[in-house]
């Protein structure tokens, strides 16, 4: 079971591309009750934050244009987690809610407000664990360049950074793992402030990355990711050449473009192709190493046990023979009564104002409240 130590902390990956995005909270990983099911709504009527300083006026509806696009952002944020995001009308029910307000600061486009509470015992072990997540789009200054949130538009790239911090993620830029400068921007990742490449309608492959690692591509609960059930992670890397290290789990390592160097460890691990398998060849180079060529380049593969292309699996025998590979999982829950904890975190994103085609410079600020301290 999860302690008071993981869930106020993001386990690593010991990757700065990755670990320079990895904020504290939320870590929906550690919820509860919902299994892999996370409501999200469009209610200003039920379910609405209070208390929040940074908001200057109540919370407006999402127009229909909005609500649209932001369903189909949802759809790829859950296509890259695996996480079962479903709309309600229910604001009570949900627990990650949209909306336009007066956002404070001239500069401020957007904002991530995120909550959470949970219950422990005695010894550190967390029984309970919920959060809530607000995201808001300016209506003021903004109001015009959020109103339409069409793909390739800054009003859809501003989303998208704050569905980065509704999933956990951070500003590239903060705290004590940063991206190097050459690295911080757009086209790495949605979550820094330094615009390059026009408007993205998807994340960069950092934040690709990195939510993979979060969530293992297949959920809340599931075999990979940050508390997964067996202890499995998911490792993907960049456009960049590689060298990724599985743990003694089930892991699965995604090289992608690149000259990789891929080591599951021990464990069944799975290395990850975009690509049917029909664009690589397969070499085998010793007892328990391969080399893969094609498509994303040329890799190198130890302790692999298992190959995934778009297309079809294939199992790596000890005999080079090739056969098709199959997997499961499984997944559990606990629940008891014990003390209690909450904490806020507030994610703005702010542009300079000179034109349409800005710099994205700004601020995050952080509240984070347990039993006996707060932060700043």
């Known amino acids: 079971m999860a302690t008071v130590t993981q869930v106020r902390s993001t386990t690593p990956s010991g990757l700065n591309y990755i670990d320079s995005l990895l904020g504290n909270l939320p870590n929906w990983n550690y919820q509860t009750s919902g299994g892999n099911t996370l409501y999200y709504t469009f209610s200003v009527t039920s379910g609405v934050e209070t208390g929040n300083s940074a908001i200057l006026s109540a919370p407006k509806a999402f127009s229909v244009a909005q609500q649209a696009a932001t369903r189909e952002a949802m759809a790829y944020a859950a296509k890259l987690t695996g996480i079962n995001f479903v709309e309600t009308s229910n604001g009570s029910a949900a627990q ?20 959470y509470s949970y219950s422990y015992m005695s010894d550190g072990t967390v029984t309970k664990f919920a959060a809530q997540s607000y995201v808001y789009l300016d209506n003021a200054e903004w109001a015009s360049k959020n109103a339409n949130l069409a793909k390739g538009t800054q009003g859809y790239e501003t989303l998208l950074h704050e569905i980065g911090h509704m999933l956990g993620l951070k500003h590239s830029f903060e705290g004590t793992t940063k991206l190097p400068t050459a690295q911080d921007n757009t086209n790495f990742t949605l979550m820094s402030y330094t615009h390059a490449g026009g ?45 990724l290290t599985g743990t003694a789990a089930n892991d699965k390592l995604e090289g992608g473009l690149g000259n990789d160097v891929l080591n599951g460890g021990a464990g069944t691990d799975i290395a990850v192709f975009n690509g049917a398998s029909t664009a690589f060849s397969v070499v085998r180079t010793g007892t328990s190493s391969w080399q893969v060529s094609g498509l994303e380049g040329v890799d190198l593969l130890s302790n692999i046990e298992v190959l995934q292309f778009t297309d079809r699996s ?14 499961a999982a499984t997944a559990t829950t606990a629940n008891a009564a014990g003390t209690t904890a909450s904490g806020t975190i507030l994610s703005k994103m702010v542009e300079s104002m000179p034109d349409d085609l800005v710099q994205l410079v700004g601020q995050r600020s952080h509240l984070m409240h347990d039993m006996d301290h707060a932060l700043i």
């Open 96 to 115: 990650v809610h949209f909306a336009n307000a007066n956002i404070s600061g001239s500069n401020t486009t957007g904002l991530a407000s995120s909550k």
């Open 199 to 243: 408007f993205h309608s998807t994340f960069s492959e950092f934040d690709v990355a990195a939510l993979k690692w979060l969530y293992g591509g297949d959920g809340l609960a599931g075999a990979l990711g940050v508390n997964s059930t067996t202890g499995g992670r998911y490792f993907a890397g960049t456009s960049a050449a590689n060298t």
């Open 314 to 327: 294939i199992a790596l025998t000890a005999n080079a023979t090739l056969a098709t590979a199959t997997s």
